[in-house]
């Protein structure tokens, strides 16, 4: 089965430097959302999508942004890196948003900022 | 949302059942309760959901008692590979609406030889 897809796996960045992270939903789901998990700490919900259009903000830094397109992919836009940004992002797509639609998640994309 | 609670950490050995409790005594009447499973580095992996009474699936069952103010994960013969961290959340549950899945602080399992 089609599961979601997030590119890179892995990304080094300097410092003041700019990252975009991608993420291909499951076919047909409707639904994404952001997570960043920094070492030994639980994901922390960034932002979401609903039907491409921005659903809910959580505590996601005013230099990132993200967006969804018309295919229903997503990417979030890192900019003016930090070293505190260095963290695990995991993006995942639901059938329809609600938590009756279980969250399917990527492998993430590990993000290291030196 | 409900606020959820559980142990930080359990320790298991091989071939035994593990039950991890999870509290939510705010839990609303629309509320599902949810259980996810994260290997490191890897996505957190749906488990099992459920609302009342007892959920089973191929790999976990779920039980919920009638005042749905907790809810307990139970891994029938744990193997190694069932070291990981199981979070359980609580949430709101309208269909169709705006829905924040919040992860909050999940239970460390270690299975041992």
């Known amino acids: 089965a089609a599961g979601v897809i997030q590119s890179p796996r892995h990304l080094i960045k300097e410092k003041r430097e700019t990252a975009t992270l991608k993420c291909y939903p499951i076919p047909r789901h409707d639904t994404v959302y952001w997570y960043q998990q920094g070492p030994g700490q639980d994901p922390q919900f960034l932002i979401s999508?609903?039907?491409?259009?921005?659903?809910d903000k959580g505590s996601i830094p005013d230099r990132f942004s993200a967006q969804q397109f018309s295919d229903y992919h997503s990417e979030l836009n890192m900019s003016s890196l930090e070293l505190g940004d260095s963290a695990l992002y995991f993006c995942?797509?639901?059938?329809?948003?609600?938590?009756?639609?279980?969250?399917?998640f990527g492998n993430g994309t590990r993000l290291t900022v030196t | 949302l409900a606020k959820t609670t559980q142990p930080i950490s359990m320790d298991s050995y091989e071939g035994q059942e593990v039950n991890i409790t999870c509290s939510h005594n705010n839990i609303a009447t629309n509320d599902y309760i949810t259980w996810y499973q994260q290997f490191p580095s890897q996505g957190p992996r749906f488990i099992i959901q459920g609302y009342k009474t007892k959920v089973t699936n191929e790999v976990a069952s779920l039980f919920i008692p009638a005042d749905r103010k907790s809810s307990t994960l139970s891994l029938p013969r744990v193997s190694l590979s069932d070291t990981a961290v199981y979070y359980c959340?609580?949430?709101?549950?309208?269909?169709?609406?705006?829905?924040?899945?919040?992860f909050g602080r999940g239970t460390s399992l270690i299975v041992h030889p």
């Open positions: 959340l609580v949430g709101d549950g309208k269909r169709g609406g705006s829905y924040i899945p919040t």
């Open positions: 995942a797509s639901s059938l329809v948003m609600g938590q009756d639609s279980p969250l399917h």
């Open positions: 999508f609903y039907e491409k259009m921005q659903s």
